[in-house]
Structures are given as structure tokens and as C-alpha cells.
């Protein structure tokens, strides 16, 4: 059911006027009504109470005297007045003395009405009963009815009071126009553009001033309210963007964090597994060349398996030192003009033996003519080396590999293609990042640190290629194409491989290490040259020993007790009969930071740990080791 009291404020204005207009005009119309009623009631008893005196006094007479004749005449001269019903005269004793009827002549009133003096209203008709007094002595009683026409009085009112309660009530609805156009219509324009604001929340809306001053205040106050509510607003919207922004970033965070906490966890178990594996054929390899019955080809079988384990932990460390060089931006490449063939016979040389332990056959197709790029050679190789160990390594034993070099307009194109385990086409983006490997089973045939593909990536794209992985499924073997622009205008100059004084041995060594294995065993291997060796365990040692022997070559070491490798190198570079001394630092730091701080302190070479017996060779000019 609809409210019958309007919702709108315009409505209620109206309705209130016109109501009030209403209620004042019907109070007004019957308080004039009453009053009328009251003195038409006064004035006809006024009229009827002289009518009686006169007509009394005129018929003293024939009352004293008995005139019937002169009575009946007197009172018939009331028909001239169209009010007056009937008139009754009664002697004394209530006897009807002379009478005159407009209608009902000859009825005449009871006596208990000439008894009852005074003014009384008989339906439409109001009755006067008044004796006549003559020197204090009753004469006589006259009665007078007269028509008394207040239904019709009352009507004529209501048609009054209607007809002016309409006009008054139009009236009234046109004043309330007016006052609207000054009043209601500036609290209707807040009204609707406070409803714009809430419902498209545009708190630029404004409102107009009205001239009017009080009204005008209120338009000013809703106004400074709408702007600072918008300012408020705005500030708390930007609030909510930000905090929105800084929640989205702090779950990206903590899924990161969780993310790499996991990678962590899973890198340190695949990091304590993968050097434990070298680890403990080589501990079994030193128990077996310790037994007194082994045979020499027993011998060479161990040695051959130490140093195929020796190798893999040495692959394993510098492919997470060259990781952690590219994730902190320290990995310097050094370009030249190159051959892109050498880089990948380099490749395949190095993956040679690992090939043939797994009994595979390598087809590798390259171009006869030179493929010319500007790179740096080993990182390439490096690049095709871990495709191909990967290759080799996810591939079942006896299946074949490809290895494809193609030059175009476009660049050039290196394919290394197996029939091996594959992977899920999903994973052809996730199985380069660092530490995910496609198979991650505890029943894997190969393990890893996962390190390898992420590695080749970053060193191709460093170099201005792509490096992409293809599989149609797990078994269906995988592809892996390197793609490199045909040139690269960055140049740098190519560092200088070590290297001795030409095919002159240099014949006296001195070794400076606090590693006292390191130090024995880096001496054996260099006796078996031909050369003098010295040995120190400490850095003050080493410079006592120095001055007393006067080596050819020096290999220190950098962190050491007493003097450090640097501040031993710079004494040694004072010392009097060493001034062509060849100083190598060895040390397990390899960053770039730590070579250049090598050469500041006067080293002509830098070597990180373990040292290859060719490394020895080149710079002692002695023979190198068979491959």
C-alpha cells in the first residue's frame, strides 16, 4: 500500500500549506458560524420581544374593554410581515382572547405554552410568550411564532466556506509555487546532486547559489562539504590502491620467498647428493690404491674414475660460481672474431669421453666453410658442451645425438637433438629456470643440480641470441636450438692464456699454501717436470724461503696466516734477484674482483683451484699431458 503523506519534500510543502490553508479557513468559517448563529438568534428574538410590546400596549384597551373587534384587528396587521406564522392573544386567566394564522389559523398554543414566558425554538420555528403588564398588573398574554430559517443560514454558510476554501486553497497552491522557486527548489538541487554524488560517486558536482542569503549558506556549507568528502575520498581511494598494490606485491614477495625457500631446500639436497656421488667412489678409489695386492691395470682403472669424478665436482662448482656470476651481474664476456666451428668441436672434444662411456653415437653436421661471429669462444663452447652432457646424460645408453650448425641471412642456428627422455611440452619454458630439472623423481636414472640449461640461457642471451626447448612428450626425445645474430658490434680485448717463457722449463718452483694437501700434492705433480720445488706452509715462511732460494716461479696462495698472498706477492716483487720471477696466485676465488687485485699486488697469473696438470704445463714450458 502506497503512504498517502508525500515521500518527497516538494509534496510535503504543499501539502502542509494547503492543509493548513484548510484547517484555518474551516476553524474561521465555523467561528463566523456560530457567531451568525447566535446573532440571527439575538436579532429575531429582539424583533419578536418589540413586535410583542407594541402589539401588547396596542391591545391594552380592548383587553380592559373586551374589544374582540379591535383586538382581531390590531393583530391581522402582522400579515405584512411574511415571517410571522401566527399571533395569539389570551386574557389573564389564559382564556385566547384574538388570534391570526399565516397557515394553520385557529390552532393556538397549549396553555402550558402562555404559562411559560420567554423565547424558545420549536423546529423551524422560534415561539415568544410575553404577558402584558399595565400599571404593574397583567393584563393579558401575546404569543408570537415566527419562522426562524437557520437551516437555510447554515447552508448559505457552507456554500460560502466551500466557495472560499477552494479559492483560498488555489491561492495557497500558487504561493506555494512562488515560495518553492525561493525555498524547496536550492534544497532540492542539494537534494539531487547529493544523489548524483552517492550514486556515480562524483564528487565534483556543485550547486548553484540561490541569492537567497540564508539559503546561500547552506549552498557554501554543502558545497566545502562536497569538496573535502571528495578530497577525503580520493586520499582514501589512493590509500586502498596503495595498500591493494602493497598486499599484491607482499603475496608476490612471500610466494617468491616460499618459492625460493622450497628451491633452496630442494638445491641444498640436490647439492649434498650430487657431491657425495663423486665423493664416494674417490674415497673407495684411495682405499683401493692403498691395498698392497692391486695390479697396475687396476691402478690405472682407479686413477682413470678419480679424475672422471674429480672433473664432475670441478663441472658442478664452476657451473654454480658462473650462475652465481650472471645473477650478480659479474660475468664478463670477453668478444673476439671467432670461427663458430671451434667452439663447437671444442664442445665436442670436451664431451668426447662422457659420449663414449654412454655409448652413444654423435653425428655432428657443420659447415665447410667458416661460420665468422663475434663472441667469446669459450662460453660458446661451454654453451654447446652442457647441451650435449644434457643430451647425453638424459638419453638412454645407445640412442644418438645431433649436433647441427647452419648460418643464414638471419643469424646463426646450432641444433643439439636427441631421442631421449623428453618432457612435457608445458615445461619447454619452466626447465630453464635455475634449479628445476623435467624429472624430479626419486627414480630419476640422472641427477643434477639443475644449474646447466639455466646456465647455457643467460651466456646465449648475453651473447644477443635465444636459446629455445622443444619435446613432443615425455619419451619423444628433445631439441634444443641455439639462435645468435650474425655479428656483434661489442669488441673487447681477449684475455692472454697463461703461459711460461716458451719451451724453456722453468726449473725452480716455489709453492706458498697453508693447505698442506694442496701444497704436497701440487709439488709432486710439478717434480714430475723435472723441476726444484720448495715448499711453505705460511706467508713469512714462504718470503724466508724465497730469499734463500730464488725461484723461477712462484705459486701462492692468498689467504694465508702471518702474510697474505697479496702483501707476500708485493715483498717478493722488492726482493733483489727476483725481479723476472713468474708470481701465480691459486686461490679458490675466481670473481673478477679477485683477479684484479691480483694484478695490483704485482701477480702475473691467476689460477682458481684445482689446477689441471696443462695449466702447470703451459706455464712451466713443460710437456702437456696426453688427452
Known amino acids: 500500500m502506497k503512504p498517502i503523506w508525500p515521500q518527497s519534500l516538494e509534496g510535503r510543502v504543499v501539502a502542509v500549506v494547503l492543509i493548513a490553508t484548510f484547517f484555518a479557513l474551516t476553524v474561521a468559517m465555523a467561528a463566523l458560524a456560530i457567531y451568525d448563529a447566535r446573532a440571527y438568534r439575538d436579532a429575531v428574538t429582539a424583533d419578536l420581544t418589540t413586535q410583542a410590546e407594541i402589539l401588547g400596549r396596542t391591545n391594552v384597551p380592548a383587553l380592559t374593554f373586551d374589544d374582540v373587534q379591535a383586538a382581531q384587528e390590531n393583530i391581522a396587521l402582522m400579515r405584512v410581515r411574511p415571517t410571522m406564522n401566527s399571533v395569539a392573544l389570551y386574557k389573564p386567566d389564559g382564556r385566547l382572547f384574538a388570534s391570526y394564522g399565516r397557515d394553520t389559523f385557529g390552532v ?40 426562524y430559517e437557520w437551516q437555510q443560514r447554515l447552508a448559505s454558510y457552507f456554500v460560502i466556506l466551500i466557495t472560499v476554501m477552494v479559492a483560498s486553497l488555489g491561492i495557497a497552491l500558487l504561493v506555494t509555487s512562488f515560495l518553492q522557486a525561493r525555498i524547496t527548489k536550492p534544497i532540492l538541487s542539494i537534494t539531487g546532486v547529493a544523489r548524483k554524488v552517492v550514486d556515480e560517486g562524483d564528487f565534483s558536482l556543485r550547486v548553484d547559489r540561490t541569492g537567497t542569503r540564508e539559503m546561500d549558506v547552506l549552498v557554501d556549507a554543502f558545497n566545502r562539504m562536497l569538496i573535502e568528502v571528495g578530497e577525503q575520498t580520493e586520499a582514501l581511494a589512493a590509500s586502498n590502491r596503495f595498500l591493494e598494490s602493497e598486499m599484491a606485491v607482499r603475496r608476490r614477495a612471500e610466494e617468491a620467498l616460499r618459492a625460493a625457500d622450497k628451491n633452496k631446500d630442494q638445491f641444498l639436497a640436490t647439492l649434498a647428493h650430487e657431491l657425495r656421488n663423486p665423493l664416494a667412489p674417490l674415497l673407495n678409489g684411495v682405499a683401493i690404491l692403498r691395498l698392497p695386492s692391486r695390479t697396475e691395470a687396476e691402478s690405472a682403472k682407479v686413477v682413470s674414475m678419480m679424475e672422471r669424478q674429480v672433473k664432475q665436482m670441478v663441472r658442478l662448482i664452476d657451473d ?58 669459450t662460453r660458446l663452447a661451454q654453451v654447446f658442451a652442457n647441451l650435449l652432457h644434457n643430451a647425453a646424460k638424459f638419453t638412454e645408453p645407445g640412442k644418438e645425438i645431433r649436433l647441427t650448425v647452419s648460418s643464414t641471412p638471419e643469424g646463426i642456428r646450432v641444433v643439439v637433438k636427441d631421442n631421449g627422455i ?25 641427477a643434477g643440480l639443475g644449474v646447466g640449461l639455466t646456465l647455457a640461457r643467460r651466456l646465449v642471451e648475453l651473447h644477443g641470441g635465444t636459446l629455445e626447448a622443444r619435446s613432443e612428450g615425455r619419451g619423444r626425445g628433445s631439441e634444443f636450438v641455439v639462435a645468435l645474430p650474425a655479428t656483434n658490434p661489442a669488441v673487447p680485448q681477449a684475455d692472454t692464456a697463461p703461459t711460461g717463457r716458451g719451451n724453456q722449463l722453468l726449473s725452480r718452483v716455489l709453492i706458498v699454501d697453508d ?23 705460511d706467508g713469512m715462511d714462504g718470503l724466508a724461503k724465497a730469499k734463500e732460494f730464488l725461484p723461477q716461479i712462484a705459486f701462492l696462495d692468498i689467504g694465508m696466516p702471518k702474510l697474505n698472498g697479496y702483501d707476500l706477492a708485493r715483498r717478493l716483487r722488492q726482493l733483489p734477484g727476483l725481479e723476472n720471477c713468474v708470481l701465480v696466485a691459486v686461490s679458490g676465488w675466481g670473481q673478477a674482483e679477485d683477479r684484479r687485485r691480483a694484478q695490483e699486488a704485482g701477480f702475473d697469473h691467476h ?3 684445482p689446477v689441471e696438470r696443462d695449466q702447470l704445463a703451459q706455464l712451466l714450458g713443460g710437456p702437456r699431458s696426453p688427452a
Open 320 to 377: 654454480l660460481l658462473d650462475v652465481s656470476r650472471i645473477a650478480t651481474n659479474k660475468l664478463v664476456l670477453r668478444m673476439a672474431p671467432m670461427d663458430l666451428r671451434d667452439a663447437a668441436n671444442a664442445a665436442v672434444e670436451t664431451l668426447a669421453p662422457f659420449i663414449r662411456d654412454r655409448r652413444h653415437t654423435l653425428h655432428v653436421d657443420v659447415p665447410s666453410t667458416p661460420v665468422p661471429i663475434i663472441a667469446d669462444s
Open 422 to 446: 623428453g618432457f612435457e611440452p608445458s615445461m619447454a619454458t619452466k626447465i630453464f629456470q635455475l634449479f628445476e630439472q623435467a624429472d624430479q623423481s626419486l627414480e630419476r636414472v640422472q
Open 607 to 609: 689460477l682458481v683451484k
Open 515 to 537: 693447505n698442506v694437501d694442496f701444497a704436497l700434492s701440487l709439488s709432486t705433480l710439478i717434480r714430475t717436470y723435472g723441476s726444484e720445488v720448495r715448499v711453505a706452509n
Open 108 to 147: 393556538m398554543p397549549s396553555q402550558t405554552l402562555v404559562d411559560s414566558a420567554g423565547t424558545r425554538i420549536d423546529g423551524q420555528e422560534i415561539v415568544l410568550v410575553q404577558p402584558i403588564i399595565e400599571s404593574r398588573e397583567k393584563v393579558g398574554t401575546i404569543v408570537l411564532r415566527a419562522s
